[in-house]
């Protein structure tokens, strides 16, 4: 009986060469941050053109018929792949030359796929390509395939839902407003507008979680952190079940952030309204100047998710809905007498919630719910090793905030070392917010002598 071909020349991996009006169909990969062809790992008992038609599908959307081999390297083997149907692209160029695919129903779109594009070969950087050193072997693989037609479409609204479409002609009027203003100022609202997604970054809780254990202690610190857990897995559960993607993927022009994936509800409007709603209660406030300033600031932050293109209005207002009833149960739950509900104090609430987020792991084995359930792990051990009281000068805040932040661009770093490799990405990724997590706990812990 003959061995497969993999075990008979150790072949590891195939790629599909897809060449369509003479361009090349590249995806843009969220794991290891660069842009890589359809290929992936042959699996089991898979014979290569079976591995390279799946990955195809899985990462692109496209269905391919595999044909003749194109080249080799000592680990992978590239295909010639016709698209069974029409391909269907944007007509709109980015500032790479590129043209991007619509691929929101792609398996693996939002988990390891951030977008589709067909772009000339003259125009990608080697150094941006995953494995930069066999450049020179996709180049030749691209000469030898066969060419297709492509369909170019100015956009997809159509495809949209029907309150979908709604809003994305409310988005483009916006657009159009803002662009028909004088060129300095119309460039001028642009940056205000897009300033906003800096709320929606993960820098701010590198800021707020320190400064809220030093002003408002322990209790009250993991209270909010056990907060934004169920707010974060609900969000991330709801947009699993109900797969609604953002305005960018009907009219790739729309999309200015890096935000990826759907977006009901949306997480970042979620997360902030959680925050807020607690924060709000424990300081007592009415209707002041303080929580006026928070309100502007929710709306800054919404409106840059609209006018990004990151987020629908839907989508935000279910989000900023959802933040405020989980924070709003978990201060009714702790106030009410008869149940007598402690977060700080309740060893089998954290590990509730653990339990969840790992079975969502299996359910949705995907890195956004591995990322979760490795930070609730961490912030599990940390609510039994950190003190009853956490007390910070201004001096050691300072630092801890410095030391995080220094951390969290390191950890970037030593991702960025290992993009070539899917699984060295997942595991710095995985290991991101558990190492802060660690670093805080350390700082907390630590008492600087007075000396």
Request: aromatic residues 10%; proline residues 5%; glycine residues 6%.
């Amino acid at each position: 009986m003959a061995l497969p071909l993999q075990a008979e020349t150790g072949i590891k991996g195939a790629v599909c060469i897809i060449k369509a009006d003479n361009r090349l169909v590249m995806v843009d990969e969220i794991l290891t941050q660069r842009t890589s062809l359809p290929a992936g790992t042959i699996d089991g008992a898979e014979t290569p053109q079976e591995t390279a038609q799946r990955e195809a599908w899985e990462e692109t959307g496209l269905v391919v018929t595999v044909g003749k081999e194109l080249a080799r390297t000592p680990q992978a083997v590239y295909f010639d792949c016709q698209s069974d149907s029409d391909i269907i692209a944007f007509s709109q160029q980015d500032f790479n030359g590129a043209k991007s695919l619509p691929i929101w129903f792609a398996p693996h779109y939002g988990i390891e796929t951030s977008a589709a594009k067909l772009i000339e070969p003259s125009q990608v950087d080697a150094s941006q390509y995953r494995y930069p050193q066999e450049w020179g072997t996709v180049l030749t693989a691209f000469q030898a395939a066969s060419n297709q037609p492509v369909q170019y479409v100015a956009n997809l609204f159509d495809a949209a839902p029907s309150f979908h479409q709604v809003e994305l002609g409310w988005l483009t009027a916006l657009k159009n407003t803002i662009q028909q203003l004088p060129a300095g100022l119309a460039s001028l609202m642009d940056v205000l507008i897009l300033t906003g997604l800096e709320l929606a970054s993960p820098w701010w809780l590198l800021f707020l979680l320190p400064v809220v254990f030093a002003q408002f202690g322990r209790g009250f610190g993991f209270k909010l952190i056990f907060t934004i857990g169920v707010t974060v897995l609900m969000a991330m559960v709801a947009q699993q079940g109900v797969q609604l993607p953002a305005p960018h993927v009907y009219m790739p022009s729309l999309h200015l952030s890096e935000q990826v994936g759907f977006s009901l509800p949306n997480v970042a409007l979620a997360l902030w309204a959680a925050v807020v709603v607690l924060v709000w209660h424990q300081l007592g406030w009415g209707w002041n100047r303080q929580s006026a300033l928070v309100t502007v600031f929710a709306v800054w932050l919404g409106l840059a998710q609209f006018y990004s293109g990151s987020a629908f209005l839907i989508d935000l207002l279910v989000g900023a809905v959802l933040g405020w009833l989980c924070a709003w149960h978990i201060i009714r739950v702790e106030k009410d007498p008869k149940i007598g509900f402690s977060v700080t104090q309740s060893k089998g609430t954290w590990a509730l919630l653990v339990l969840v987020s790992g079975v969502m792991l299996m359910l949705w084995p995907t890195p956004n719910f591995m990322y979760l359930s490795a930070t609730l792990v961490s912030l599990f051990i940390a609510s039994r090793v950190l003190p009853s009281e956490v007390t910070m000068s201004r001096g050691h805040l300072l630092l801890t905030v410095v030391g995080l932040v220094v951390g969290y661009m390191l950890l970037g770093q030593i991702q960025s070392l290992v993009s070539s490799s899917n699984f060295h990405s997942l595991l710095v990724e995985a290991f991101r917010w558990p190492t802060l997590v660690a670093l805080f706990t350390l700082s907390a812990v630590y008492k600087p002598s007075k000396a």
